[in-house]
């Protein structure tokens, strides 16, 4: 067994904070856009809860680099090649229905990963993850609720939850697909094997399809490529606007 | 969504302390406006223990009615446990 090669290890551990931390990008355009105040706030508080795992697990990815890159370099001074969130993050949001869609897809990916990851050999991993676990247990209720709210509520909101789920659907397979993957860090027991992961997330799905009386879309996967680089149009714009103060003020503070 | 109903949220911030009124917020029904208590009261580590209740489900005492509600007991001194002494030694009264 030939042990991992150190960027591997490096790049799986962006793949994980990056979707973290671009996941928790499109959660704040919620802020001030939400239909209701409290739901302005809770948007919030999950976007907060998804920058912090990134922020951890940016900070272990610098530290295994070794490059002295910190969590703040990894984040506003990568370049849009250089990141390796999966596109079903990424794109934008504007519809609320689209928004917990996603929100329902991406915590139940979540949970069932950082789940397995407490298990990991590499224990600073295993420690976010364990922290984690908690707290995307708290976005999958909460995008589970308004999908089944919206999903089994007027004929209105029953055809755009069903709208917004086919529209985030082709995306979800991209989650399961390891080749990116360095065998030997499964190998090894740092990373888990996506694709071990892709019944149990699921099923949590389907679980929660099924109550909103929705029916799961049978449409084909999209191109994915994210996780070795390759974006959608709109990543520019977003790692713009998420990059654009400590690029144009190099060493800026508070 | 301006037709959700108001809660009022009752937070208990200690184990053995009582629930406290902290807040009101809008929710389309019980399990949300729980969710949402805990989302918008909880979120410094407040409490540990949550209750919403409907706003329209309490009748609350009128500012009208103050002077007949509170006032007669304002001079009533003896109802207040003041008059006795308390042993010495005696440390959880």
Redesign the interface.
Known sequence: MSSPHPTAHVDYLLAVADDALVNAQRLGWWISRA?????D??LA?IGLDQLGQARALLAHAGQVEGAGRSEDDLAYLRDERDFRNVHLVEREQTDFGVAMARLLMVAAWQSHLYAALRGSTDATLAAVAAKAVKEVAYHL??AG?WVV?LGDGTEESHLRMQAALDAEWPHLEELFDGSFLDPALVADGVAVDPATLREPVLSTILAVVEEATLAAPRVRPAVGGGRTGRHTEQMGYLLAEMQHLTRSHPGATW | MSDWPLWEVFVRARRGLSHVHAGSLHAPDAEMALRNARDLYTRRQEGVSVWVVPAAQITASSPDERDAFFDPAADKVYRHPTFYDVPEGVQHL
Request: proline share 8%.
């Open positions: 239909p209701q105040l409290e739901e706030v809770a508080n209720d909460h609720r709210r």
